[in-house]
């Protein structure tokens, strides 16, 4: 099976997705959230830096609960970032 590649939206999703986790996080270590949530720190940080954009709902909800989130306001978040505009890259 072939996998479609991720659309634009998708993408950002996971960005967004990342952040929201990250700030979330605060000063709390990846090593801390990842063990809490069950998942390793390298899967975390993927994660966080939107390398894997959709990962498995049930990891989004360990994640959501480590960090102190449910998954309405993580959700909430996301949207809320979708509605503002990308920032554009400079290339040089």
Not at 77 to 86: E, M, N, T, V
Request: without cysteine.
């Amino acid at each position: 099976m072939v996998r479609e590649p991720l659309t634009e939206h998708e993408l950002r999703r996971g960005e967004l997705l990342g952040q929201a986790l990250r700030d979330a996080r605060g000063e709390r270590s990846m090593v801390e959230i990842a063990a809490t949530a069950g998942i390793s720190t390298e899967t975390l940080r993927k994660i966080e830096k939107g390398r894997i954009p959709t990962p498995a709902f049930f990891t989004v909800a360990a994640l959501a609960d480590a960090v102190g989130l449910s998954l309405d306001e993580l959700r909430r978040i996301i949207l809320a970032g979708q509605a503002q505009p990308r920032h554009q890259r400079i290339s040089a």
